[in-house]
């Protein structure tokens, strides 16, 4: 039976020091429940490997010798991480949200499993990734459908990307809130119009000054764009 509470879509974030985990590590985490933004949680951690690439670390700004001196270790981390999604089934029901999901699933997944024994949202660590969503909404095509793109359809103008896994987090939030909004508003496939408007591939000043232009994120190195 379903429960009768409602989904809860926590936007996750993830800063790494790397394409992958394991060889490299997970150094912030953020989550941010959709239309609740006074519900979020923020941690670094601390590196789980002497590797890591210079120019992934440079994203998100963060010390990696500070981590390693100051930063919870990743079990602690994951741990408290695993204590607030749960703590939130008393209101609803947790769902996994990010952008892309694959990536920052990866990450967050593994690093349950690894040091938790298992994911707080579930066996396969599955959820919503935004872009597919989208796409789904609006018919739009997957070159449609970066995060900067979004928002600005959805007039989402002053939410900026910072490589901050905490605000970046409530960023995806607030953006899915939107989406939500639009559907139910009705408001569904994007016209040839919008889409020309947009330029079919191209992305604007805009969009590179939100997505972070001259920054190399894990994602886009490994050929996924933000």
Same mark, same amino acid.
Do not use: C
């Given at each position: 039976?379903?429960?009768?509470?409602?989904? =809860?879509? %926590?936007?996750?974030?993830?800063?790494?020091?790397?394409?992958?985990?394991?060889?490299?590590?997970? %150094?912030?985490?953020?989550?941010?429940?959709?239309?609740?933004?006074?519900?979020?949680?923020?941690?670094?951690? !601390?590196? %789980?490997?002497?590797?890591?690439?210079?120019?992934? =670390?440079?994203?998100?700004?963060?010390? /990696?010798?500070?981590?390693? !001196? &100051?930063?919870?270790?990743?079990?602690?981390?994951?741990?408290?991480?695993?204590?607030?999604?749960?703590?939130? !089934? /008393? %209101?609803?029901?947790?769902? *996994?949200?990010?952008?892309?999901?694959?990536? #920052?699933?990866?990450?967050?997944?593994?690093? *349950?499993?690894?040091?938790?024994?298992?994911?707080?949202?579930?066996?396969?660590?599955?959820?919503?990734?935004?872009?597919?969503?989208?796409?789904? =909404?609006?018919?739009? &095509?997957?070159?449609?459908?970066?995060?900067?793109?979004?928002?600005? &359809?959805?007039?989402?103008? #002053?939410?900026? @990307?910072? @490589? @901050?896994?905490?605000?970046?987090?409530?960023? =995806?939030?607030?953006?899915?809130?939107?989406?939500?909004?639009? !559907?139910?508003?009705?408001?569904?496939?994007?016209?040839? @119009?919008?889409?020309? $408007?947009?330029?079919?591939?191209?992305?604007?000043?805009?969009?590179?000054? $939100?997505?972070?232009?001259?920054?190399?994120?894990?994602?886009?190195?490994?050929? &996924?764009?933000?």
């Amino acid at each position: 039976m379903t429960s009768p509470l409602p989904e =809860l879509y %926590i936007g996750v974030d993830v800063e790494a020091d790397g394409p992958i985990p394991g060889p490299y590590s997970m %150094i912030s985490l953020g989550m941010a429940v959709t239309g609740r933004p006074d519900l979020t949680f923020y941690t670094e951690l !601390r590196p %789980i490997s002497d590797e890591f690439v210079p120019a992934a =670390l440079a994203v998100s700004g963060l010390d /990696r010798d500070h981590l390693l !001196r &100051e930063a919870p270790t990743a079990q602690e981390a994951m741990s408290a991480a695993a204590a607030w999604v749960n703590g939130l !089934r /008393r %209101i609803g029901r947790p769902v *996994f949200l990010a952008a892309p999901a694959v990536w #920052d699933g990866m990450f967050v997944h593994w690093y *349950f499993v690894r040091f938790v024994g298992h994911s707080p949202f579930g066996a396969t660590g599955s959820g919503v990734d935004l872009r597919s969503y989208w796409m789904g =909404l609006t018919g739009s &095509e997957w070159v449609q459908t970066r995060k900067g793109k979004i928002k600005y &359809e959805l007039g989402l103008h #002053d939410v900026p @990307h910072t @490589h @901050h896994a905490g605000e970046d987090a409530a960023e =995806l939030a607030q953006v899915f809130d939107a989406v939500l909004r639009r !559907r139910q508003a009705g408001k569904g496939a994007v016209s040839p @119009h919008e889409q020309a $408007d947009e330029g079919a591939g191209a992305v604007s000043p805009h969009e590179q000054a $939100d997505e972070g232009a001259g920054a190399v994120s894990p994602r886009e190195q490994s050929g &996924e764009p933000t």
